[in-house]
């Protein structure tokens, strides 16, 4: 049972340079989102989508970009790393009700110097 | 603005005692609540969740929890802790967009 998964895990970049995060979620989810983790504080939501081909911002957009083309997949884009976007990123997914959890992937562990 | 506050960041306990993580939560309604655990380097995984059913909600591991809505609390406890209970919890509620508003976590140690 896959359920959802992040690559890549770690990551090291240089301020100024691009990645992309993937997330792929195997359970037919309508949603997905993208969060951050940093230390002493919850998850922060960065960017969400409600089904394909459509995107949200979350409470902490700024910086990162994010696409939905396919149902499965949802990417995470860094134009232009900053040391302040060194963080853990979590991938998530739930069904299309307001009860259901949401399902976590391991995260990706990203630092920029 | 709708919150969830965790009262303590970290809470020590000794083996076979009793687990009580606190969290408060603000809300002009009752609303869907959830406790995640996250063990080290580990993906987030959910405990047990509160939907307007029942008020004392049992989750795995031997967890559970209780809304208090005239206290607006919803306090996750086990009567018996075991070493693998270690790790850092989160309590959480939906807002009325159906996002998750998070707790900062709660570190639960375990003395052997």
């Known amino acids: 049972n896959a359920g959802v998964t992040q690559t890549p895990k770690f990551r090291v970049l240089k301020t100024g340079q691009s990645m992309t995060l993937l997330c792929a979620q195997d359970?037919?989810?309508?949603?997905m989102y993208w969060y951050r983790q940093d230390p002493g504080m919850g998850l922060r939501l960065i960017h969400y989508?409600?089904?394909?081909?459509?995107?949200a911002k979350g409470e902490v957009p700024d910086g990162y970009n994010v696409s939905r083309l396919k149902k499965q997949n949802f990417l995470l884009g860094l134009e232009s790393a900053a040391p302040s976007q060194t963080s853990v990123y979590f991938c998530a997914s739930s069904a299309k009700t307001a009860t259901q959890p949401q399902h976590f992937g391991d995260g990706t562990r990203l630092s920029i110097l | 603005a709708q919150s969830v506050t965790q009262l303590d960041s970290h809470v020590s306990v000794s083996e076979g005692t009793p687990v009580l993580l606190r969290c408060n939560y603000s809300?002009?309604?009752?609303?869907?609540l959830f406790w995640y655990v996250q063990h080290p380097n580990k993906g987030l995984q959910l405990l047990l969740k509160?939907?307007?059913?029942a008020t004392l909600v049992k989750g795995i591991n031997g967890f559970e929890a209780e809304f208090k809505k005239s206290e607006t609390s919803f306090h996750l406890t086990k009567p018996s802790a075991h070493m693998s209970d270690a790790a850092e919890y989160f309590c959480?509620?939906?807002?009325?967009?159906?996002?998750?508003?998070w707790g900062a976590g709660t570190k639960l140690i375990i003395k052997p």
């Open positions: 509160y939907t307007s059913a």
């Open positions: 809300s002009s309604y009752s609303p869907s």
């Open positions: 989508s409600v089904g394909e081909g459509t995107t």
């Open positions: 959480v509620r939906m807002d009325s967009n159906y996002q998750l508003i």
């Open positions: 359970m037919n989810h309508e949603y």
